[in-house]
């Protein structure tokens, strides 16, 4: 079952990382870089100071949580553990990975942290606002699975790496979003 299973996630990732070319592999390089994001970060932080208010410290401080254990998670608990070999450290697919500027990171690659941090912090901030942001929702997803395409894209993840660290991620925040709303709901009823 296993070996079926990696069958079918190396040939979706060859096939996926094989369509490429030279625009896209600027748009990805920079799509998977965090700090590319920083003006989304912004206008995140921005949105829970103007939802929250005076409780925007506890979201955050939620974030800083869900981030540290999204993080730490998909390192200690799967890379850590499974030690499977990200594509382009496959002795099996030497010659067939497309890299761009030829990096591939560390030796591991089960799970994708970006995808479990990215999934992490739109399925929290869906949780946290989703319905009172107009087409917060469709966008914060597109965000998560842009960014998460992009490392099968860049030849550093399987799309069961990607996956796989999305739903992990996602059931974090989804969880996180439950306790901040539960710390903010008490903090309410103490003021």
């Known amino acids: 079952m ?40 912004l206008l995140l932080i921005y949105l829970v100071v103007r939802h929250y208010r005076r409780q925007s410290w506890i979201v955050i401080l939620f974030v800083a949580l869900l981030i540290t254990l999204t993080d730490q998670i998909s390192v ?20 067939l990975v497309h890299l761009v500027k030829g990096k591939c990171g560390g030796d591991y690659g089960f799970i994708s942290s970006h995808a479990c941090n990215y999934f992490g912090i ?11 942001v107009r087409y917060f929702i469709p966008l914060i997803l597109f965000w998560a699975v842009w960014i998460s395409y992009s490392r099968i894209y860049l030849g550093v993840h399987f799309p069961g790496d990607v996956l796989t660290g999305g739903l992990v991620g996602a059931l974090i925040g989804y969880l996180l979003a439950r306790a901040c709303k539960w710390v903010l709901g008490k903090a309410k009823k103490s003021l």
């Open 122 to 132: 739109a399925l929290f901030l869906i949780g946290m606002f989703g319905k009172k």
């Open 2 to 41: 296993f070996h079926w299973l990696n069958n079918i996630d190396t040939s979706l990732f060859l096939f996926l990382n094989g369509k490429h070319n030279a625009f896209w592999d600027v748009v990805m390089y920079w799509s998977s870089n965090k700090l590319t994001w920083l003006p989304v970060y």
């Open 76 to 95: 200690q608990l799967f890379k850590e553990i499974f030690h499977r070999l990200r594509p382009c450290h496959q002795p099996a697919l030497e010659g």
